[in-house]
């Protein structure tokens, strides 16, 4: 199995488009040890020839155009495509608005949980993916979902697990009980590679590690997992946003309750952030948290970095 990062970067990016932090200012103007990242997106294949998105990101064309691997092939007819199916781990914007650069009548399969298909479904912009090109397939679970797309077997499957998380920001009720939020709102996907059984994790999104999910993890090989926050309250100590790590529903790397304290006794032969925010201080190479975090065994995730398993 190739997988290969697509953006490593969280909602908005990095630079984020309206942001004048002192992350962004320095990547803006080329910094060293800072790079550009775009957001949140995989893409994993087994036979290099076919390829499985996991979540669509706004930054999808760029993305597509900077890997090669996901361009039409010499020998393809007139309109083709090796992203035969997408996989998406919640309803947010960085991760949904990319099937948006998916129209243009190319068959592709697309899966989800019930709850973020009924959001799609409940927008009349993505029925521009026609359903007969674009079968919805409902991700049910604790099941292996087999991965077909466009006629071809993709060799992989989907195992999906409910994780702590939030409802997507443009669905937050302020009045219901913790905004509305249930389970199947956000997913980690185990991908399984279905001749080998070799399978790695993807969890982008996760409020909190608890017990059911740290034995999930216990000995995996790989794991990409939400870098989004360092620090619980760094978007309000820099005067961005008034919103801590947990109120976004992002567990923080740092801390008691962070990832890196979780991860700890797992046992993860390879672990790596993604969906990181500009606001995060492992966006500088040069900073301490970014040593940290490789002194705990952590790679920082880059756009274009690809890791076979
Ligand atoms: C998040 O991960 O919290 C979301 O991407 C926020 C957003 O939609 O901007
Ligand atoms: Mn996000
Ligand atoms: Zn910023």
């Known amino acids: 199995m190739r997988i290969k990062i697509l953006g490593s970067g969280a909602g908005g990016g990095f630079p984020q488009w309206n942001c004048n932090c002192a992350n962004c200012r320095a990547v803006r103007a080329g910094a060293p040890g800072f790079l550009p990242r775009t957001q949140s997106s995989l893409a994993v294949s087994v036979n290099g020839a076919d390829w499985l998105l996991l979540n669509a990101s706004p930054d999808l064309r760029q993305q597509i155009a900077a890997a090669p691997q996901l361009a039409p092939g010499p020998d393809d007819g007139l309109r083709a495509s090796p992203i035969k199916a997408v996989a998406l781990t919640n309803g947010d914007v960085d991760h949904v608005a990319g099937l948006l650069n998916m129209r243009e009548a190319q068959p592709f399969s697309l899966y989800a949980a019930g709850r973020v298909l009924d959001a799609l479904g409940a927008n009349p912009i993505f029925t521009i993916l026609q359903t007969q090109l674009v079968p919805r397939i409902e991700l049910h679970t604790e099941k292996a979902t087999p991965v077909t797309g466009a006629g071809i077997d993709l060799g992989l499957a989907i195992r999906a697990f409910p994780v702590p998380g939030k409802i997507a920001l443009y669905l937050e009720n302020a009045n219901a009980p913790n905004f509305g939020t249930s389970a199947g709102d956000t997913l980690g996907l185990e991908i399984i590679e279905t001749a080998t059984g070799d399978s790695f994790f993807y969890i982008p999104g996760c409020a909190k590690i608890d017990a059911d999910l740290a034995e999930r993890l216990r000995g995996a090989k790989l794991v990409f997992f939400d ?55 492992l966006l500088n190479e040069f900073s301490d948290e970014y040593a940290i975090a490789q002194a705990a065994g952590w790679e920082i995730g880059e756009d274009g970095m690809e890791v076979d398993l």
């Not at 309250?233 to 309750?257: C, F, P, Y």
């Not at 304290?261 to 990181?276: G, N, T």
């Open 227 to 281: 870098g989004t926050l360092f620090h619980e309250n760094e978007m309000i100590e820099q005067g961005l946003l008034g919103k801590t790590g947990s109120r976004m529903g992002h567990i923080n790397v740092s801390g008691a309750d962070g990832s890196i304290a979780a991860f700890e006794p797992l046992d993860v032969k390879r672990k790596i952030y993604v969906h990181i925010n500009n606001s995060n201080p």
